[in-house]
């Protein structure tokens, strides 16, 4: 997932991670490292790369501007016309399950010009058909200013690409060894897969070093235990 | 006061205060506007203080918005300091006291979160936290011990330094 979201990383953009996303910012760091050293990056927490000193209001008046190209986020449920769901499901008032909130994803998913969806699990409670409470809805009409919107979704099984004629999720690629079978088991809508399917291209011996050596290096600063447990070599 | 974004989602329902009208700037756009938070009450934690209110705050946090929009902020600081530790520290965002009503020195207030640079989180104690806030019987538990038990700060930290 990481070496995918770092293939999205274009040298010279002003891309930005938030809060609970070290895979995100693994492929941030990796692109930046690599292809994309002109990259302006932004990952919060995150000593060397978190300049805003006037608490979260700088950084949420600097992405209003519509100074971020590329930008992270996720949903406790996604559908799939890339509605994101950060506040409850079930009756508002009664919920049967309630979520973090939607903090400042309404906005940043319509002023980041790209926006990558990420999830750690690929599941059909996740991938729905219809989000039960729309944060951040996927598209917009006209007459509301949204220079930005869905980009990519990225799951430990494939690639989303966000199709802007038919505002949806459609499969750009799988990974390697995931079979359209699985992937249509695991997601709670239809899914229109190509033939034959795009496979995500693997990870290179490169990329893996990288991310094994300075982007572990790295993201221990931010995010130390992930950093450990995860990147660290067996 | 305005806010991008948000037009179209689930807030314009959820939110009836939340108010999405014609930009009065651009004739062809709507533009969602929500209403300042004004709380009575604001409970902030510094770094420093000193005994005008002057407050030395974390940067990464929004605790001096949230001190101009309330009308009683009552702040804690891990030290009361003379003032010009305050005026010389190289981090932090200051806050003049001019917006603060009452300044208390309490050390480690911030526990089980953290001061950054001064101690970290108590994950311990965070996890001990959520498996007692799964049901009432254990939640009760912890709230005898730790927050109805402690007479005053010292027993409070007297409390979760045991296992």
């Known amino acids: ?16 991670v938030g809060t609970l996303a070290p895979v995100p910012a693994a492929g941030v ?13 932004f990952i919060f927490n995150h000593e060397d790369y978190w300049p805003f000193r006037q608490g979260s209001k700088e950084f949420y008046d600097y992405a209003q501007r519509g100074n ?28 049967t399950l309630r979520f973090p909130g939607g903090a400042g994803s309404a ?22 058909e219809r989000v039960g409470t729309i944060a951040s809805p996927g598209s917009s009409p006209p007459d509301v200013v949204r220079p930005g919107g869905p980009w990519k979704a990225i799951t430990p099984l ?17 990974h390697p060894g995931i079979t359209a079978d699985v992937l249509q088991r695991r997601t709670g809508f239809p899914l229109d897969l190509p033939t034959p399917l795009p496979v995500t291209p693997p990870p290179t011996a490169a990329e893996l070093s990288l991310l094994r050596g300075r982007v572990r290096e790295s993201l221990a600063k931010a995010y130390p235990r992930f950093a450990e447990a995860v990147l660290a070599s067996r | 006061m305005p806010v991008p974004g948000h037009v179209g989602s689930d807030y314009e329902r ?57 009308r009683v902020v ?34 480690r ?22 498996a007692a806030a799964r049901d009432n019987a254990t939640f009760k538990t912890y709230l005898d011990r730790y927050v109805f038990g402690p007479r005053a700060h010292d027993e409070y930290l007297d409390a979760v330094s045991r296992p």
Do not use: W
């Open chain 2, 14 to 70: 959820l939110r009836p205060d939340f108010r999405v009208i014609r930009d009065p700037y651009a004739a062809d756009k709507r533009v969602m506007l929500v209403p300042a938070i004004r709380p009575d009450v604001a409970l902030v934690h510094a770094h420093l203080a000193d005994t005008a209110g002057t407050l030395l705050l974390e940067e990464r946090e929004d605790d001096a918005l949230l001190a101009q929009a309330s």
């Open chain 2, 74 to 107: 009552i702040a804690s600081a891990e030290r009361i300091v003379p003032t010009d530790l305050i005026r010389r520290a190289p981090t932090g965002i200051t806050l003049e006291g001019l917006h603060v009503t009452a300044v208390v020195e309490v050390p």
């Open chain 1, 68 to 95: 971020f190209d590329l930008f992270f986020l996720s949903g406790g449920q996604i559908d799939r016309h890339g509605n994101l769901n950060l506040i409850t499901i079930g009756d508002h008032d009664h919920p």
């Open chain 1, 29 to 41: 760091l990796l692109a930046h490292l690599s292809h994309a050293p002109r990259a302006r990056v």
């Open chain 1, 107 to 128: 906005m940043l998913y319509y002023m980041a010009r790209r926006v990558i969806i990420f999830r750690m699990d690929h599941a059909p409670r996740i991938f729905v």
């Open chain 1, 158 to 174: 494939c690639v989303f690409r966000f199709d802007a004629a038919t505002r949806t999720l459609v499969v750009e690629s799988v």
């Open chain 2, 109 to 130: 207030g911030a526990h089980p979160t953290a001061v950054r640079g001064v101690y970290d989180i108590d994950e311990r104690h965070l996890r001990a936290y959520m």
């Open chain 1, 1 to 16: 997932m990481a070496i995918a979201i770092s293939r999205e990383v274009r040298d010279g953009e002003t891309v930005a």
